[in-house]
């Protein structure tokens, strides 16, 4: 019997908007303040929950708020922290609490016209693309 080539890591990525269309990115904390770019909420979806079960404990977790998924999005494949994840992008919103910053630096709740201004991590900036792209 072949053994079983290691399963990539599956990554769960929050697109959190509200209902002024404004949406939640963050910037992670850094001991060095010129390496912080900013991101989307994620996290590393653990061996026997689904994306979509990691997405909801994540916003719990790192942001305090229950979120309602809309939709997901198919897996892309992605370069993480030097390794290759597959992740999946969920369009998300607040169904119960106020999120507040956690494990990170700052959180900032934008338009998408306004994504442009910030710097947005590697594995974050198609994201931000598809968000300016679409309607």
Known sequence: ??????RRPR?????IERHDNHVLI?????????????????????????????????????LGVQVEIVVGQPPVSAMLDGREV???????????GEPRSGPYAEIRWVTRGHLRE???DDP????VEW?????
């Open 1 to 6: 019997m072949k053994p079983r080539p290691p």
């Open 131 to 135: 968000l300016l792209e679409s309607p």
């Open 26 to 62: 963050v910037l992670p904390s850094s001991p060095d303040d010129q390496t912080r770019l900013w991101q989307f909420p994620r996290g590393l979806a653990n061996i026997d929950e689904s994306p979509e079960q990691a997405m909801r404990r994540i916003a719990d977790v790192q």
């Open 86 to 96: 597959e992740m999946r992008c969920f369009f998300c919103g607040v169904a119960d």
């Open 11 to 15: 990554v769960a990525v929050g697109i």
């Open 124 to 127: 974050s900036k198609p994201v």
């Open 118 to 120: 910030y710097e947005f």
